[in-house]
């Protein structure tokens, strides 16, 4: 059966936690879960369950760069290259699983640590049967076209607009 291509986006919560969801679904149903993050270093609440449960791993980047509009040259060039790398990792290994998951992909292509073009060029030539999720907010239109399912999460209040921050096991 063909795989599917979901994005999942927008400025409201729950991009990530989508994603999980579908991720156990998959694991309960005997499927193989790559689920790959950007922009976190495995440090979040998630990682704690995901790792537990049978047919899922996880990649990230270990080094952990903070804000990206706080990154100096330097610190965006050393990002770029980290990130790269752990992408062309997860499309390496991506033929193994039945559900690829790219978390913050969206967002690494907006802040150009990783290419959109070679994204693009790898969910197009994706295995037939690869089930593959983005998140982030702003996806392109390219990438809005590639796609079979694309959930936007709009913020209609949010508590961090009143500066509460953010929570451990709510949003991180």
Partial sequence: MKGLLHIYCGDGKGKTTAAI???????????????V????????S??????????IDIMV??????????????????????Y???LENALLAAP????LVLDESISACNHGTISEERLAESLESRPEGLEVV???????ERLIAL?????????????FDEGVPARKGIEF
């Fill in 46 to 55: 998630e990682h704690a369950v995901l790792s537990k449960v049978d047919g």
């Fill in 21 to 35: 969801g579908l991720s156990v679904r998959a694991a309960g149903a005997g499927k193989k879960v790559l689920f």
């Fill in 147 to 159: 796609a079979d399912y694309v959930t936007e999460m709009k913020k209609i209040r949010h508590p």
């Fill in 84 to 86: 790269g790398l752990l």
């Fill in 96 to 99: 193994s699983y039945d559900l």
């Fill in 37 to 44: 993050q950007f922009f976190k270093d495995g440090t979040s």
């Fill in 134 to 140: 983005l998140t982030g907010r702003k996806p392109s």
């Fill in 61 to 82: 980047c270990h080094t952990h760069y903070g804000l990206f509009k706080r990154l100096d040259e330097e610190g965006r060039r050393n990002a770029a290259r980290d």
